[in-house]
């Protein structure tokens, strides 16, 4: 069943069920004060009867007492009433010209005996529903009075006429208003209903859903929206990285197509040619070997690209003075001879240990690769930006904003051995940690390539040094 039918028959039930316990107890406390009336006004009567100084004078008149086509007295108030004498033997005396006769109970019959205690009950006389006090005779036996109750029944009918219009116009009245406004409620649920079914139809997660409020409805519309936003982010995060994954795949495959197709030149020459002369074979066996260890670099830097965008390991916080002093160290131990001069200010950074190293390690390497031999190579830390300059063949104005892509060789580099990974790896690890990574072309000569990971939380100072 739809929502909204639910809605409109619980607000229809919940209104019945309001309604009815009203009516039911209006019902019940008229319906007590009528009766209630009437035997208060039974007791009266009875209490004017034995206040008589002849109480037995009512019931010992006779018609032939009186005039011709006279009806017989009674007492102020007694007119809409009946009345009956009980005796202790069982017999009834009932006022002269009423034919009809009160029912005798047991419980009457114990009180005639015993002059003493008092009934109310409901008794029907001659189809007629009645009220009936039996209480004690002055001098012997019981006394009855009893009341119509057709009065009270006639209010009581048309009562519960009043009652069940009003119980049913209420009923018919909360569906209608419930119906009305289930459409203004049902209807941004309804939106979000259709917006769900057009994305799971379509897979077009740019269906979105107007405001409509603060309330309930309107806070699940908004986590809906952002729900759509996350989704669509993180496909197009995945789509983002299926492509760079397959230009990787592809690059990689053009670019390991040379130093293989050469190696495989090299050992098929020394497989086919014995007799090459060992001076020969020596010198293409080093060749072997250097397009071996290039190839091994390459490997080892796709390898890293691919790894990390998977963002694997564990974020710490890291001195990042340190760390560059360590690889400052390790490059002058690699490249012997080169000097560097170095100013670093003690910094904490977020990030991943291992590849800030290698970044740095990349800066270090490209730097003393490309820059000149009698030249240093300048290192300095400032306001968490790591600069490293060399003084190379420079790098175009045309060609900076590549200079960070996968493969990229410029046309001043080219002659230099190299993957054309390095810078992309930096960039890569600058970005993977909400940093970045730049380059600056000097106008004397040279490069210098910045690098700012994230900061740590953790100030630094003396203690830190």
């Not at 009918?157 to 289930?182: E, P, Q």
């Not at 990390?308 to 131990?333: K, M, N, P």
């Not at 490209?366 to 031999?373: E, H, I, Q, V």
Request: glycine letters at 8%; one cysteine or more; hydrophobic letters at 40%.
């Amino acid at each position: 069943m739809p929502l909204r039918k639910r809605l409109i028959l619980l607000s229809a039930a919940a209104s019945a069920v309001a309604v009815l316990v009203a009516t039911v107890g209006s019902y019940i406390a008229v319906r007590s004060e009528l009766r209630a009336e009437v035997d208060r006004a039974l007791a009266a009567q009875a209490g004017g009867i034995a206040m008589l100084s002849d109480p037995g004078k009512l019931l010992r008149l006779r018609r032939s007492d009186l005039p011709p086509g006279a009806e017989p007295p009674l007492p102020p108030g007694l007119s809409n009433v009946k009345v009956q004498r009980v005796f202790p033997d069982g017999t009834s005396q009932a006022t002269p010209g009423e034919t009809d006769r009160l029912p005798v109970a047991p419980v009457d019959l114990a009180i005639a005996e015993s002059g003493t205690g008092e009934s109310l009950r409901d008794s029907d006389v001659d189809g007629e529903r009645y009220r009936v006090l039996t209480t004690p005779f002055p001098g012997n036996g019981a006394l009855q009075i009893a009341r119509s109750l057709s009065g009270v029944d006639d209010v009581l009918n048309g009562l519960r006429l009043v009652l069940s219009l009003v119980l049913a116009g209420t009923v018919i009245l909360a569906a209608g208003l419930s119906w009305f406004f289930s459409r203004r409620v049902m209807a941004p649920i309804a939106r979000l209903t259709r917006a769900a079914e057009h994305v799971s139809e379509t897979k077009d997660l740019s269906r979105r859903i107007p405001p409509s409020g603060e309330d309930e409805v309107g806070r699940l519309a908004s986590r809906f929206n952002q729900m759509l936003d996350t989704i669509e982010d993180s496909q197009d995060e995945l789509t983002a990285s299926v492509d760079a994954q397959r230009r990787l795949v592809a690059d990689a495959s053009h670019e390991l197509r040379t130093p293989v197709a050469s190696l495989r030149t090299d050992i098929e020459s020394l497989l086919r040619h014995p007799e090459v002369q060992p001076a020969e074979r020596e010198s293409m066996l080093e060749s072997a070997d250097v397009r071996l260890a290039e190839l091994t670099d390459l490997i080892a830097d796709i390898i890293e690209l691919a790894r990390g965008e998977q963002q694997e390991g564990e974020v710490e916080e890291i001195r990042f003075d340190q760390l560059v002093a360590e690889s400052v160290e390790w490059a002058g131990t690699v490249f012997s001879g080169r000097e560097f001069e170095v100013d670093l200010e003690p910094t904490v950074i977020a990030g991943r240990r291992d590849r800030i190293a290698r970044a740095v390690g990349n800066l270090l390497t490209n730097a003393c690769k490309y820059s000149l031999d009698d030249q240093p190579i300048v290192v300095s830390l400032h306001s968490g930006v790591l600069t490293v300059r060399d003084f190379g063949p420079g790098i175009p104005e045309d060609e900076i904003p590549f200079v960070f892509n996968r493969f990229f060789r410029g046309r001043n580099t080219r002659e230099y051995a190299g993957s054309g990974l390095g810078l992309a790896i930096v960039r890569q690890v600058a970005q993977s940690g909400g940093g970045e990574a730049w380059a600056e072309a000097h106008l004397d000569r040279g490069a210098a390539i910045s690098f700012r990971p994230v900061p740590g939380r953790r100030k630094t100072g003396i203690a830190d040094a």
